[in-house]
């Protein structure tokens, strides 16, 4: 009995791990790559201060995990940066856990 109860913890737990947004990326790396394609430098001139104000701006535009990738591509699209799938997933975790925080 005691096996079966740990078993369905275990279920539990890796369905809650899958289930996260972007949970192949690493936020600490993100904000690391944030910084060096020096993400905010636009952002800043749109709303001022460290520019971070875009992700929670009233009415911003990202409300969706698909549209943060969407999005993501077409700013590093601007700058013609070439980032990686992977680096879009470690970008897209570092925005998530700071400001959209999509479960
Ligand atoms: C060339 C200028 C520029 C650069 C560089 C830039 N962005 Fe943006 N970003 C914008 C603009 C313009 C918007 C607003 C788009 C809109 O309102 O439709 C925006 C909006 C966003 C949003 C959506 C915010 C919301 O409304 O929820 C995200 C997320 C974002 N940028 C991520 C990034 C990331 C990550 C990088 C670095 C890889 C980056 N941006 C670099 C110009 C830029």
Redesign the pocket.
């Given at each position: 009995m005691q096996k079966i109860f740990a078993t369905l913890a275990l279920l539990t737990l890796t369905t809650t791990v899958l289930a996260t947004p972007f949970a192949n990326g690493d936020p600490a790396n993100g904000k690391k790559l944030?910084d060096k394609?020096?993400?905010n430098?636009?952002?800043i001139d749109?709303v001022g201060g460290d520019g971070s104000a875009?992700?929670t701006?009233p009415n911003?535009?990202?409300t969706r995990p698909a549209e943060?990738s969407a999005?993501?591509k077409r700013?590093?699209g601007?700058?013609g940066?070439n980032?990686t799938a992977q680096e879009e997933e470690h970008?897209a975790a570092y925005?998530n856990q700071q400001y959209y925080k999509f479960k």
């Open positions: 944030f394609y020096k993400c430098s636009c952002h749109m875009i992700f701006r911003h535009k990202v943060l999005q993501m700013c590093s601007m700058i940066a980032i970008l925005l």
